[in-house]
């Protein structure tokens, strides 16, 4: 059986990725069939290509964030950098997972949260790098100018008194359960043009 409802979200989530990525392929396969009769070049066809790359995108990161988390299962630097890249690339986001060994998929999965949550604070934009030191995991965005409102970031840390979420913001209850399965804590600070939150 499941262990409680986080588990059948993750199952939820990883179903929605899967019945979504085939459309999104069978419309990738048209487009470059557009494109070997020589109809590829006009802006129609060059819109639609960027809009299934950017949902592509998504949904590679979503099956991270929002999927299952087997603790057997590794992701490797390069696939982590990829997939972040892709996924905030339209957002004028710059991500630097700078990480060197393959990370276990239940860390991953809360780091793409948190990931997610650093997006909310960087309205023009930024650079956000994930680093490890032992046992501690780094995430520092740094940017011409962070808005952090404390609200929904108070969910991150003590959620009791915190108002209730908005769907945009699941990114930071999510994260809060994911830390507390795997025992570790969740801290943050920030100042006009930095902010840096720590897994430990």
Not at 25 to 36: F, H, P, V
Not at 95 to 113: E, H, Y
Not at 126 to 140: A, D, F, L, N, P
Not at 187 to 194: I, M, R, V
Request: contains cysteine; glycine residues 4%; aromatic residues 6%.
């Amino acid at each position: 059986m499941y262990n409680g409802s986080q588990e059948l979200t993750a199952l939820i989530s990883a179903r929605i990725c899967h019945d979504l990525a085939s459309p999104l392929g069978a419309i990738a396969n048209g487009l470059e069939l557009l494109e070997l009769t020589g109809l590829g070049d006009t802006p129609e066809v060059t819109l639609l290509s960027d809009s299934v790359n950017s949902a592509t995108a998504r949904i590679e990161f979503f099956r991270i964030a929002y999927g299952p988390a087997n603790p057997k299962t590794l992701i490797s630097p390069a696939i982590a950098q990829k997939t972040l890249a892709k996924n905030f690339a339209e957002r004028k986001i710059s991500i630097n997972w700078t990480p060197v060994l393959d990370c276990p998929r239940p860390i991953a999965k809360l780091l793409f949260l948190l990931i997610q949550a650093t997006e909310t604070v960087l309205p023009y934009g930024g650079e956000v790098e994930v680093s490890q030191t032992e046992r501690r995991w780094s995430i520092v965005c740094t940017a011409r100018e962070t808005r952090v409102n404390a609200h929904p970031w108070d969910h991150l840390t003590n959620d009791e008194n915190a108002d209730p979420l908005q769907s945009s913001q699941v990114q930071f209850g999510l994260a809060r359960l994911q830390a507390a399965e795997l025992d570790v804590d969740i801290s943050y600070t920030n100042t006009p043009k930095t902010l840096t939150v720590t897994v430990s």
